[in-house]
């Protein structure tokens, strides 16, 4: 079993920047997809963006491209989300998660382990 512990939320102001780290441990995560997610009051669990693992691979919603970036270090068993420019609707409280294996998945249910949670709130 998989555990994940997400830091480094916190208030920012519109423009500014945050990194929020996922510290993985117990079993192995190498062939896995990560992924992060985020979740407004009143809103759905919406994907942020994924990495695998071993490939490397790394995919955005189109809402945070060019703004956020995933990366991983291997060493630390450490999934990271770079956030620049970042704007009041980012708002939300953000979540790593890690899929069984390898998805492509942008939705919440194909992923089966879940931190939990570290707010991000972006003032105007």
Not at 95 to 102: E, L, N, P, V
């Amino acid at each position: 079993q998989v555990q994940l512990v997400e830091s480094g939320g916190g208030l920012v102001q519109a423009g500014g920047s945050l990194t929020l780290s996922c510290a993985a441990s117990g079993r192995t995560i190498s062939g896995n997809t990560m992924g992060w997610f985020r979740q407004a009051p009143g809103k759905e669990r919406e994907f942020v963006a994924r990495i695998g693992w071993g490939t490397g691979t790394r995919y955005y919603a189109e809402s945070v491209k060019g703004r956020f970036t995933i990366s991983k270090d291997n060493a630390k068993n450490t999934v990271y989300l770079q956030m620049n420019s970042l704007k009041p609707e980012d708002t939300a409280l953000y979540y790593c998660t890690a899929a069984k294996g390898f998805t492509t998945s942008t939705i919440p249910s194909d992923y089966n382990t879940w931190g939990q949670g570290t707010q991000v709130t972006v003032s105007s």
